[in-house]
């Protein structure tokens, strides 16, 4: 456009350029502004400028698919018939899935074990002594009286595919129907590279009650519950999933196909990464013909930083910043306590890698540019 300016103020006085190609020049100026106006108004170049996200949301069976560039990463469901909001399923960048499929979709020769295990979610197990983690649509009459439910407020959702964010707000309530806290969490979603997805987890934590304790609880907080691939073996008998039977098996050992590895931070691996302290973890494990990783970290501005882990070698991988003598008895009782309308924030970063796993200096990369003061 400047260098159809510069030709128009040079030769304008000139009467054949007048005639003949004053007319065709500003035609094309024209033509040039309206595909411009075109382009932001068909929202490429929003797309641009949003990292490739795309946020489809479905309002009536509240479920809303998160994309990049064009491929599936997850789905935000928050119907109120869930216990508490969560992701599902959650895939890989070569479009493997790397949930767990049950209770949701359970699939053939996977554990069926921990109903409320489903994808990937934030809860905790002792908020005021009420357990907000185990509660499940398992969950026996007799149990109910002390578990909480999370729920998600649906005029609250709003998605930026600007900045590749999806905020939330919801209420964590007692089972009577009392709100002790309610939350604010926005995650932002990015392609790291072709290879590399990663969530960001922001939230923040509003007592609403006169006292809110957090007490020490293994049960918590950031987790994912893999799928069959991601185990660690194990000598141990399990119930599969039959889809034959459409139930499952009867107790028995069998490793095929299981071959996940945790490393933390800290150096441990395995099953010794459970119940220590770390800043990140990985579990990573081949599935078919390829190398996936999940890396979650923790901010060192969190609370309880660096956090205990709850990396279970059936297929839990969570993060924990509120339990301490849960995992180390010799550490004393922690409780996080916060008076009506104070706040606390955490931040979480989770990565979900194909095409070879995220090593140590991959992941000490990504925390130092994570790990900034809140």
């Known amino acids: 456009m400047r260098i159809l300016t510069k030709i128009l103020l040079k030769y304008h006085k000139k009467k054949a350029f007048r005639l003949l190609l004053y007319p065709f020049i500003l035609f094309l100026f024209a033509c040039l502004l309206f595909l411009s106006s075109s382009v932001r108004g068909s929202g490429i170049m929003k797309e641009l400028n949003s990292h490739g996200i795309k946020f489809i949301h479905d309002t009536a069976y509240r479920r809303i698919d998160i994309l ?33 499929g049950y209770p949701m979709d359970p699939e053939q020769g996977e554990r069926i074990d921990h109903p409320h295990h489903t994808g990937m979610w934030f809860n905790y197990g002792n908020v005021n002594n009420i357990d907000f983690w185990n509660n499940s649509r398992d969950i026996p009459e007799k149990k109910k009286a002390n578990v909480g439910k999370i729920v998600c407020i649906k005029d609250s959702l709003k998605t930026s595919e600007a900045d590749g964010s999806l905020r939330i707000c919801c209420n964590w309530i007692n089972p009577v129907g009392q709100v002790l806290l309610y939350e604010t969490t926005v995650f932002f979603f990015r392609m790291e590279h072709p290879g590399l997805f990663s969530m960001k987890r922001v939230t923040t934590l509003n007592a609403i009650a006169d006292t809110v304790v957090l007490g020490d609880s293994k049960e918590g907080l950031l987790a994912i519950r893999v799928g069959r691939s991601f185990e660690v073996p194990s000598g141990k008998p399990a119930v599969l999933y039959d889809t034959l039977k459409g139930t499952g098996t009867d107790a028995r050992i069998d490793t095929t196909g299981v071959n996940g590895r945790y490393r933390g ?13 770390n800043s990140w973890v990985t579990l990573s494990a081949v599935c078919g013909d390829d190398s996936i990783s999940i890396g979650i970290m923790d901010h060192p501005g969190n609370y309880g930083f660096p956090s205990y882990w709850h990396a279970r070698g059936y297929g839990l991988f969570s993060v924990n910043n509120f339990g301490v003598q849960s995992y180390d008895a010799q550490q004393p009782v922690n409780q996080m306590v916060l008076l009506h309308d104070e706040s606390l924030t955490l931040q979480h970063l989770v990565l979900v890698k194909s095409g070879g796993f995220l090593t140590d200096s991959e992941m000490e990369g990504f925390f130092g540019s994570f790990g900034n003061p809140l």
């Open 265 to 277: 931070s800290n150096g441990l691996c395995g099953e010794d990464v459970w119940g220590t302290r």
């Open 68 to 100: 990049i560039n064009d491929n599936i990463f997850t789905a935000f469901l928050y119907a109120d018939s869930f216990e508490k909001p969560f992701f599902f399923p959650v895939y890989a960048p070569c479009g493997t899935a790397i949930t767990r």
